[in-house]
C-alpha cells in the first residue's frame, strides 16, 4: 500500500449560518480578512507538503473555485474538482472522493476551518507519519455542545468521542482536520446516516477509536483555532490575521508562499 497522502477539502453544504449571503455565493469564498476563505484550508494541505487535493463542493459553486484556483499548476500542485449532489455530513468527502484517492492515505480539511500557531508545520508533517490508524487534532473548548468532544483516560489513552453532548467532563473538541490510513474509505462504507441524516464524522472516528488506532495532537495555548461558519466568527478570524500580518509584517493563508516554500516554485 501507498504511504502517499492526498488532501480533500470539503468546501460543500448550504452555509445556513449565513444566510442571506450564501443564498447566492458559497460561503468558502467570501473574504477573510484579504483572502478567499478556501486560501487558509488549502494552505494548511500545502504545509503538509500534499500536491494533489480534491475539492468538493456543490454543482451551482464549483465553477467559481475553477476560477479563482484553477488547476493547480500555477503553484506546482494539482487540483481536481468533485460535486456534492447533496449535503450528508463531513464523512460523505471520503465516498465522494474513493477514486480520487485510490490507495493513498488521506488528509481531509474543512474548507472554513481556520489554524494558526507555532510550529504547526511541524506538527501536521509528523501527523503525515502516523499512518496506521487516524490523527485527530484537538482544541480546548468553552461550549462543548457545538462540537464532537473527545475524552481521555488517566494514561492520556482516548476512550470516547461524542457528538454535541449535552454535559461532558471533557473541554476538547477535534478540529475538522483529519489524517486518516487508507482502511478509512472502507470504513466510512459502514456509516449509516445519523437522525441528522449525515454520514458523521464523528461515526468514522468511533471505529478507529475502537481499534485503539487514534492518535490526538492538542493544540492548546500559543495556538488559535476557529470555525469561520458563522459571521462572528468570520469577523473574529478576519481581525486575529489581520493583526498578525500586520504586527509581524508576514502573510497568512499564502497559498503561493508556502509553494515556494516547499521548492515548487522557482
Partial sequence: ??????????????GTRLYPVTKVINKHLLPIYDKPMIYYSLSVLLLAKIKDILIISESNHIDSFKKILKD???????????????????????????KFIEKDNIALILGDNFFFGSNFRDKILKAKMQNK?????????????????ITFDKKNIPISIIEKPKKSKSKLAVTGLYFYNNKAIQYAKHISLSKRKEFE????????????LIN??????????????????????????????????L???????IARHNGWLL
Avoid at 500500500?1 to 492526498?6: I, T
Avoid at 490508524?133 to 468532544?149: C, E, Q, S
Wanted: aromatic letters at 10%; proline letters at 3%.
Fill in 1 to 14: 500500500m501507498s504511504q502517499e497522502y492526498k488532501g480533500i477539502i470539503l468546501a460543500g453544504g448550504k
Fill in 72 to 98: 493547480g499548476s500555477q503553484i506546482g500542485i494539482n487540483l481536481s474538482y468533485k460535486i456534492q449532489e447533496k449535503p450528508q455530513g463531513v464523512a460523505q468527502a471520503l465516498h465522494i472522493g474513493e
Fill in 133 to 149: 490508524g487516524a490523527t485527530l487534532f484537538t482544541y480546548p473548548v468553552k461550549n462543548t455542545r457545538d462540537f464532537g468532544i
Fill in 201 to 212: 464524522i464523528t461515526d468514522l472516528n468511533k471505529i478507529f477509536l475502537k481499534k485503539k
Fill in 216 to 249: 490526538c495532537v492538542n493544540l492548546d495555548r500559543g495556538f488559535y483555532w476557529n470555525d469561520a461558519g458563522t459571521f462572528d466568527g468570520i469577523d473574529d478570524i478576519s481581525k486575529q490575521i489581520r493583526l498578525l500580518e500586520t504586527r509581524h509584517n
Fill in 251 to 257: 502573510k497568512i493563508g499564502n497559498p503561493e508562499e
